[in-house]
């Protein structure tokens, strides 16, 4: 009897599925530091001499499964970028702007900070209209900088899931459009890794791609992509076939150029929702630092098969005082 599409492909998909969730690859060493970071952050440590031209940072959402309360009700279901000042003081993104803004408010100052809305439906198409009009968006937002304070901007783009993709199909935009955009660093968190947007990294658009992975996010991977085969010679049939599996990689192809590491959080690895936490939110620019650092410290290490760590501890410092006081 003959057997189903389903039956004969899902001890392949099965398989797949075991490998991607292991990781990138077999790394033959991990190069791995641990950081302290404060959650509340402490308000005494945010002092500090004000950038005189502050930075432009917008955040991208990723994929939205169920409700779209955020695209219907702020961003009237048109894909648009918003000031994080139009954004309900109790709304999520606006919590998470703040947790960042709070870790570090020079590089990310909140009168320079924006989110991009877009439909989040799982999507390549959406996800190329959505980086059509966040290019022309960034473009007018480029402008009114320029004419306020004379000199390009320093621009920070924070993605999340797919909004990983939204963002580095930019590229693709900018070579269509012919303008001169220049992104200074671009962080991609639990962003499926996909072929249609993998190698727009290497476009020099980007200054520097950062890309934060973990080994318990299953959504990164489980995100699909179908890709056709090429007809071969022997076999003609193949020209309607796809690829399989058809799950995303966790990792982009480690050239020296993207700065990517995974990350774990008081001992346990990330869930794709913990990276838009704001608990891992907060310890973002401390994480980012410490990827530089380790770099700085291992040129090459990706020409050796070696993996980033890095490893993230919170404490809240309002509770350690309060247990000080009280043992005294």
């Given at each position: 009897?003959?057997?189903?599409?389903?039956?004969?492909?899902?001890?392949?998909?099965?398989?797949?599925?075991l490998?991607?969730?292991?990781?990138?690859?077999?790394k033959?060493?991990?190069?791995?530091?641990?950081?302290?970071?404060?959650f509340?952050?402490?308000?005494?440590?945010?002092?500090?001499?004000?950038?005189?031209?502050?930075?432009?940072?917008?955040?991208?959402?990723?994929?939205?499964?169920?409700?779209?309360?955020?695209?219907?009700?702020?961003?009237?279901?048109?894909?648009?970028?918003?000031?994080?000042?139009?954004?309900?003081?109790?709304?999520k993104?606006?919590?998470?702007?703040?947790?960042?803004?709070?870790?570090?408010?020079q590089?990310?100052?909140?009168?320079?900070?924006?989110?991009?809305?877009?439909?989040?439906?799982?999507?390549?198409?959406?996800?190329?209209?959505?980086?059509?009009?966040?290019?022309?968006?960034?473009?007018?937002?480029?402008?009114?900088?320029i004419?306020?304070?004379?000199?390009?901007?320093?621009?920070?783009?924070?993605?999340?899931?797919?909004?990983?993709?939204?963002?580095?199909?930019?590229?693709?935009?900018?070579?269509?459009?012919?303008?001169?955009?220049?992104?200074?660093?671009?962080i991609?968190?639990?962003?499926?890794?996909?072929?249609a947007?993998?190698?727009?990294?290497?476009?020099?658009i980007?200054?520097?791609?950062?890309?934060?992975?973990?080994?318990?996010?299953?959504?990164?991977?489980?995100?699909?992509?179908?890709?056709?085969?090429?007809?071969?010679?022997?076999?003609?049939?193949t020209?309607?076939?796809?690829?399989?599996?058809?799950?995303?990689?966790?990792?982009?192809?480690?050239?020296?150029?993207?700065?990517?590491?995974?990350?774990?959080?008081?001992?346990?690895?990330?869930?794709?929702?913990?990276?838009?936490?704001?608990?891992?939110?907060?310890?973002?620019p401390?994480?980012?630092?410490?990827?530089?650092?380790?770099?700085?410290?291992?040129?090459?290490?990706?020409?050796?098969?070696?993996?980033?760590?890095?490893?993230?501890?919170?404490?809240?410092?309002?509770?350690?005082?309060?247990?000080?006081?009280?043992?005294?």
């Amino acid at each position: 009897m003959l057997t189903t599409y389903s039956q004969r492909y899902q001890p392949v998909l099965f398989s797949s599925l075991l490998v991607l969730l292991s990781g990138c690859t077999h790394k033959s060493q991990i190069i791995k530091r641990q950081i302290r970071v404060a959650f509340p952050p402490e308000k005494e440590t945010k002092l500090g001499n004000k950038k005189k031209i502050p930075p432009l940072t917008i955040w991208i959402h990723g994929t939205i499964f169920f409700r779209r309360a955020t695209f219907d009700l702020v961003f009237d279901t048109v894909p648009s970028i918003k000031h994080i000042s139009e954004f309900p003081k109790e709304h999520k993104v606006r919590q998470r702007v703040q947790a960042l803004h709070g870790a570090d408010p020079q590089q990310y100052p909140l009168e320079t900070f924006y989110a991009f809305g877009w439909s989040g439906k799982l999507n390549e198409e959406q996800r190329d209209y959505a980086a059509c009009v966040l290019h022309s968006e960034l473009v007018d937002l480029i402008e009114d900088f320029i004419k306020k304070y004379k000199i390009y901007p320093e621009i920070n783009i924070i993605t999340h899931s797919h909004g990983g993709n939204v963002a580095l199909t930019l590229a693709r935009m900018n070579d269509f459009k012919q303008k001169n955009i220049i992104i200074n660093s671009l962080i991609l968190m639990g962003c499926p890794v996909q072929y249609a947007t993998a190698h727009l990294i290497n476009n020099p658009i980007f200054e520097r791609v950062y890309a934060l992975y973990s080994s318990l996010d299953t959504v990164q991977i489980l995100a699909p992509q179908f890709k056709r085969k090429e007809p071969s010679r022997r076999n003609l049939s193949t020209r309607h076939a796809f690829r399989m599996p058809p799950f995303s990689r966790r990792c982009f192809v480690q050239d020296g150029r993207i700065r990517q590491a995974r990350v774990t959080i008081n001992k346990h690895a990330l869930f794709h929702t913990e990276f838009a936490s704001p608990r891992f939110i907060t310890a973002l620019p401390d994480v980012i630092k410490t990827i530089d650092d380790l770099i700085d410290e291992n040129p090459g290490y990706f020409l050796h098969n070696k993996e980033l760590l890095v490893k993230v501890r919170t404490h809240n410092p309002k509770k350690h005082y309060r247990d000080k006081l009280r043992k005294t």
